[in-house]
């Protein structure tokens, strides 16, 4: 452990995780909260019903300061590219670099440039205009999103060029945008912002019932919530079970090492899978486990004899960490299923009736369940890019640049102490979050808040 303590190398990977695990909490929500707006507007143009308007008045103002927070936490990740990471940005830069440009002209500057209108421009433009603003704050929410995912993604699978002479030469720049990772890896992390999103609303709307605050108010966003839940969850299973045949195939030693897989099966056997194991890198082994037979053949080429390839096929320095995605990997599916079952008690709840105005607030349990749920909606995501990115080591760009190539000529104290500044400087920041978000939550929706003219009034 004490050898950890002093390797550069390590406290970078460290000082990146930490950082990168507290910002990617911010824009989960950002661009999920964003789409959610999206609707709540939409709703208000069509039905005219004002306490629609009232929705999209307190959710905008929560959003606010999540966009602020993710946007102050997000500047240190791509200088740190070049302060820890030089030589790899030295070798792709020219289109990494490129790509993390889009991210913030193309992306975060059409997100802020709307901003302004979405949440102050109600009594400066009409309401087609200010929700056209209000699209443009979704749509630039999600463009960040697909081009930090283009630049994850490319280091996960590289292709549209080669290096030569210690440079990434670009041969097929649509190639190298589009990489093979890059369609399901987008796809399962824009469902999990709006898991997240979904969960937390939940929560939050959830937490005032119980409370018996604006009751009328909040069970219309729980339950706007719940029905695109009962949609979403489901989904994001099926993409991420897609999701892991694809990465079993473009890179099977990441799946070796998160299923904690051995020995290749023999052909017309099946690959059993590791429900529990205890792994045991040194002596290419487990200590104990619980399989299922046959599970992790289907899981992977779903045939109950698949071929999956084991980590003794694999050289050890090329073999990821294990332990770590082993685990991650179980927290985030076991999160993803006790999302489906919060789901169904939902579904079951709505039936019989125990969320209607005069019932909802004895619903303690289920209420109880959505917030523990938006809790683990985070550790979901938080476990998803564990598995994503320590799966992917010893490469920072699978099988083109190794981790510790691509890592500056750092002493171990100079990493201490930027991490140690960064540690102290988001604790600082997060508890400015929460002291906001609460003092918003408890401040509550303004039941008399009218729209201005123009944004004309249906009923109440």
Same mark, same amino acid.
């Given at each position: 452990?004490?050898?950890?303590?002093?390797?550069?190398?390590?406290?970078?990977?460290?000082?990146?995780?930490?950082?990168?695990?507290?910002?990617?909490?911010?824009?989960?929500?950002?661009?999920?909260?964003?789409?959610?707006?999206?609707?709540?507007?939409?709703?208000?143009?069509?039905?005219?019903?004002?306490?629609?308007?009232?929705?999209?008045?307190?959710?905008?103002?929560?959003?606010?300061?999540?966009?602020?927070?993710?946007?102050?936490?997000?500047?240190? $990740?791509?200088?740190? /590219? @070049?302060?820890?990471?030089?030589? =790899?940005?030295?070798? &792709?830069? #020219?289109?990494?670099? !490129?790509?993390?440009?889009?991210?913030?002209?193309?992306?975060?500057?059409?997100?802020?440039?709307?901003?302004?209108?979405?949440?102050?421009?109600?009594?400066?433009?009409?309401?087609?205009?200010?929700?056209?603003?209000? $699209?443009?704050?979704? /749509? @630039?929410?999600?463009?960040?999103? =697909?081009?930090?995912? &283009?630049? #994850?993604?490319?280091? !996960?699978?590289?292709?549209?060029?080669h290096i030569e002479g210690g440079i990434f030469v670009v041969d097929n720049y649509?190639?190298?945008?589009?990489?093979?990772?890059?369609?399901?890896?987008?796809?399962?992390?824009?469902?999990?912002?709006?898991?997240?999103?979904?969960?937390?609303?939940?929560?939050?709307?959830?937490?005032?019932?119980?409370?018996?605050?604006?009751?009328?108010?909040?069970?219309?966003?729980?339950?706007?919530?719940?029905?695109?839940?009962?949609?979403?969850?489901?989904?994001?299973?099926?993409?991420?079970?897609?999701?892991?045949?694809?990465?079993?195939?473009?890179?099977?030693?990441?799946?070796?090492?998160?299923?904690?897989?051995?020995?290749?099966?023999?052909?017309?056997?099946?690959?059993?899978?590791?429900?529990?194991?205890?792994?045991?890198?040194?002596?290419?082994?487990?200590?104990?486990?619980?399989?299922?037979?046959?599970?992790?053949?289907?899981?992977?080429?779903?045939?109950?004899?698949?071929?999956?390839?084991?980590?003794?096929?694999?050289?050890?320095?090329?073999?990821?960490?294990?332990?770590?995605?082993?685990?991650?990997?179980?927290?985030?599916?076991?999160?993803?299923?006790?999302?489906?079952?919060?789901?169904?008690?939902?579904?079951?709840?709505?039936?019989?009736?125990?969320?209607?105005?005069?019932?909802?607030?004895?619903?303690?349990?289920?209420?109880?369940?959505?917030?523990?749920?938006?809790?683990?909606?985070?550790?979901?995501?938080?476990?998803?890019?564990?598995?994503?990115?320590?799966?992917?080591?010893?490469?920072?760009?699978?099988?083109?640049?190794?981790?510790?190539?691509?890592?500056?000529?750092?002493?171990?104290?100079?990493?201490?102490?930027?991490?140690?500044?960064?540690?102290?400087?988001?604790?600082?920041?997060?508890?400015?979050?929460?002291?906001?978000?609460?003092?918003?939550?408890?401040?509550?929706?303004?039941?008399?808040?009218?729209?201005?003219?123009?944004?004309?009034?249906?009923?109440?």
């Amino acid at each position: 452990m004490t050898e950890f303590l002093t390797d550069p190398v390590f406290l970078s990977r460290v000082q990146f995780a930490l950082t990168t695990a507290f910002h990617i909490t911010f824009p989960t929500l950002t661009i999920g909260l964003a789409v959610f707006l999206v609707v709540l507007e939409w709703l208000w143009l069509r039905t005219g019903e004002v306490l629609y308007y009232r929705q999209f008045r307190f959710w905008s103002r929560l959003f606010a300061v999540n966009f602020a927070v993710g946007v102050v936490s997000g500047i240190p $990740l791509e200088f740190q /590219f @070049g302060t820890n990471w030089g030589p =790899f940005s030295a070798t &792709v830069g #020219n289109f990494f670099g !490129q790509i993390l440009g889009f991210e913030g002209t193309m992306a975060f500057m059409l997100e802020s440039a709307f901003l302004y209108l979405m949440l102050f421009g109600w009594k400066r433009v009409g309401p087609k205009m200010h929700f056209f603003s209000t $699209l443009m704050v979704a /749509f @630039g929410s999600s463009l960040s999103a =697909f081009w930090i995912l &283009v630049a #994850n993604s490319w280091m !996960q699978t590289p292709s549209g060029g080669h290096i030569e002479g210690g440079i990434f030469v670009v041969d097929n720049y649509l190639a190298a945008v589009f990489s093979p990772d890059l369609p399901l890896a987008f796809s399962h992390m824009y469902l999990a912002c709006l898991e997240v999103t979904l969960f937390v609303v939940g929560a939050v709307s959830g937490a005032n019932i119980l409370l018996g605050r604006n009751v009328p108010f909040f069970l219309k966003s729980f339950k706007i919530a719940a029905l695109a839940a009962i949609v979403v969850a489901p989904l994001q299973a099926f993409v991420g079970d897609s999701n892991g045949q694809e990465i079993g195939r473009l890179q099977p030693a990441k799946v070796a090492a998160i299923e904690a897989h051995w020995d290749t099966n023999k052909p017309g056997t099946g690959a059993p899978w590791n429900m529990l194991a205890w792994p045991d890198p040194r002596n290419e082994r487990n200590f104990f486990k619980i399989q299922i037979p046959y599970a992790l053949s289907l899981l992977i080429t779903h045939s109950p004899t698949g071929t999956v390839p084991g980590l003794k096929d694999f050289p050890r320095e090329d073999r990821p960490p294990i332990v770590l995605p082993f685990y991650a990997f179980r927290l985030m599916v076991g999160v993803g299923f006790a999302m489906m079952a919060v789901m169904a008690w939902t579904v079951w709840a709505w039936r019989q009736g125990r969320l209607s105005p005069e019932r909802a607030t004895g619903e303690r349990y289920l209420y109880y369940a959505w917030g523990l749920m938006a809790g683990g909606a985070y550790l979901a995501v938080l476990m998803g890019w564990v598995t994503r990115e320590v799966g992917r080591q010893p490469w920072l760009a699978y099988g083109l640049i190794r981790t510790g190539e691509g890592h500056s000529d750092l002493a171990a104290g100079a990493v201490w102490l930027s991490l140690t500044g960064f540690v102290a400087a988001y604790a600082v920041l997060f508890t400015l979050f929460l002291f906001f978000m609460a003092k918003l939550v408890r401040k509550g929706p303004d039941l008399a808040e009218l729209p201005p003219p123009g944004h004309g009034v249906v009923g109440e």
